[in-house]
Nanobody, 125 residues
């Protein structure tokens, strides 16, 4: 299984970006795919997750209302649309997947078995 994250870049505050996480080697037919981020000097934090069953979505409070996680089943790809970006959103963004994750672990990075390589998002003020 491989996760390929892409779509990062440099954007001004208030702008938008869409990150992609292409999953290969296994169909996203159960479990969850999530986005985490890590800013310089800070710990990794949960951003958003999407459960395959029911399509439920979960967001960190800091991004709720600005970010949207979605999927394209035909492409086996999960997206993170980021709007109204702020300098505090600057970080390396990682996608993660796990096919057996339980709901109570969905915001916990250590619970995910598969990770992408990360894509850098820089928001200038």
């Amino acid at each position: 299984v491989q996760l390929q994250a892409s779509g990062g870049g440099l954007v001004q505050a208030g702008g938008c970006l869409r990150l992609s996480c292409a999953v290969s080697g296994r169909t996203f037919n159960s479990g969850a795919v999530a986005w985490f981020r890590q800013a310089p000097g800070k710990e990794r934090e949960f951003v958003a997750a999407l459960r395959r069953s029911g399509g439920y979505t979960y967001y960190a409070e800091s991004v709720k209302g600005r970010f949207t996680i979605s999927r394209d089943n035909a492409k086996n790809t999960v997206y993170l649309q980021m709007n109204s970006l702020k300098p505090d959103d600057t970080a390396v963004y990682y996608c993660a997947a796990d096919w057996g994750i339980i709901l109570s672990d969905i915001r916990r990075g250590a619970a995910y078995d598969y990770w992408g390589q990360g894509t850098l998002v820089t928001v200038s003020s």
